[in-house]
């Protein structure tokens, strides 16, 4: 059974870090493209940062330099370390799987994805 459980959020001062976790149940974390997502009140799930099988990650433009993703075999789980954090960052993050389309190649359009966890909450003060 699929199972994705995300942990890690918090409230934060703008500047502050998080570390997200998301346990993967079911499949191994590097079998399929994986990423983060996050939706912000009012708005739509936006992508922020993938995963695929060979390790290879792609960021949205908002968080490059800022958010790393990253897997730990021994635990098959993945992260999202989220530095110098601004008041815009405050979403419900998600961690998704695409366990259809390619390994290789990962989008951020959250349609590519079927497989989601019930999310964190990350809050950001000013």
């Known amino acids: 059974q699929v199972q994705l459980v995300e942990s890690g959020g918090g409230s934060v001062q703008s500047g502050g870090s998080l570390r997200l976790s998301c346990v993967v149940s079911?499949?191994?974390?590097?079998?399929?493209?994986m990423g983060w997502f996050r939706q912000a009140p009012g708005k739509e799930r936006e992508g922020v940062a993938t995963m695929n099988s060979g390790g290879r990650t792609i960021y949205a433009d908002s968080v490059k330099g800022r958010f790393t993703i990253f897997r730990a075999y021994s635990v098959n789980t993945l992260y999202l370390q989220i530095n110098r954090l601004k008041p815009e960052d405050t979403a419900i993050y998600y961690c998704a799987a695409d366990a259809v389309g390619s390994p290789s190649w990962c989008s951020l359009q959250d349609h590519d994805y079927e497989y989601w966890g019930q999310g964190t909450q990350v809050t950001v003060s000013s």
């Open positions: 079911g499949f191994t974390v590097s079998r399929y493209c």
